[in-house]
T-cell receptor, first 115, second 113 residues
Framework: DAGVIQSPRHEVTEMGQEVTLRCKPISGHNSLFWYRQTMMRGLELLIYFNNNVPIDDSGMPEDRFSAKMPNASFSTLKIQPSEPRDSAVYFC?????????????FGQGTRLTVV | AQSVTQPDIHITVSEGASLELRCNYSYGATPYLFWYVQSPGQGLQLLLKYFSGDTLVQGIKGFEAEFKRSQSSFNLRKPSVHWSDAAEYFCAVGPSGYSTLTFGKGTMLLVSP
């Protein structure tokens, strides 16, 4: 398996523009997580899906952020409109809920810069 | 609420010397504990995990960690550091192996020649 695949790897956009980050989880995994990493706050969980259903979105900073998981093999994180303070590395991770002794596998991240 | 504290922001170790990275957690139940490593520009790679059983767990790349419930600690160790170990290390805690994780702020390891 290729692991968790995120695209794009880097994104530079102007303030006010819409940004869409994409994630393909590991095949067979039924849990998907979006994390944000910044120098100030470290790694923060934004949202968690299980079987394509959002379970916990309490970490989503505000209404400008939205996430979807239309099927088991694809998820998006959208920011509209984007702001400079959204600049961060966004990680997607997936895991197999219900499997014993498993863990979350992370993608390589999308580095977002909003100017 | 669960939390993870990594007291050391940076640590510098000479190549070949031993290493210990500290991690303290706060969690209301039996925790699932993890150490991840992040190389520059890369994602997080799992080094090792503790779910239950033996409190000394072995991981990849020669790392080990010891779970001490009485001290709420899960320190990462390596007997002899290699230059390729220079990276940022994150301790994490969660309610299970597959659920949401709370991460520490990370410890940046620098390896000197």
């Amino acid at each position: 398996d290729a692991g968790v695949i995120q695209s794009p790897r880097h994104e530079v956009t102007e303030m006010g523009q819409e940004v869409t980050l994409r994630c393909k989880p590991i095949s067979g995994h039924n849990s998907l997580f979006w994390y944000r990493q910044t120098m100030m706050r470290g790694l923060e969980l934004l949202i968690y899906f299980n079987n394509n259903v959002p379970i916990d979105d309490s970490g989503m900073p505000e209404d400008r952020f939205s996430a979807k998981m239309p099927n088991a093999s694809f998820s998006t994180l959208k920011i509209q409109p984007s702001e400079p303070r959204d600049s961060a590395v966004y990680f997607c991770a997936s895991s197999a809920q219900g499997a014993l002794n498993t863990e979350a596998f992370f993608g390589q991240g999308t580095r977002l810069t909003v100017v | 609420a669960q939390s993870v504290t990594q007291p050391d922001i940076h640590i510098t170790v000479s190549e070949g010397a031993s290493l210990e990275l500290r991690c303290n957690y706060s969690y209301g139940a039996t925790p699932y504990l993890f150490w991840y490593v992040q190389s520059p520009g890369q994602g997080l790679q799992l080094l090792l995990k503790y779910f239950s059983g033996d409190t000394l767990v072995q991981g990849i790349k020669g790392f080990e960690a010891e779970f001490k419930r009485s001290q709420s600690s899960f320190n990462l160790r390596k007997p002899s550091v290699h230059w390729s170990d220079a990276a940022e290390y994150f301790c994490a805690v969660g309610p299970s192996g597959y659920s949401t994780l709370t991460f520490g702020k990370g410890t940046m390891l620098l390896v000197s020649p």
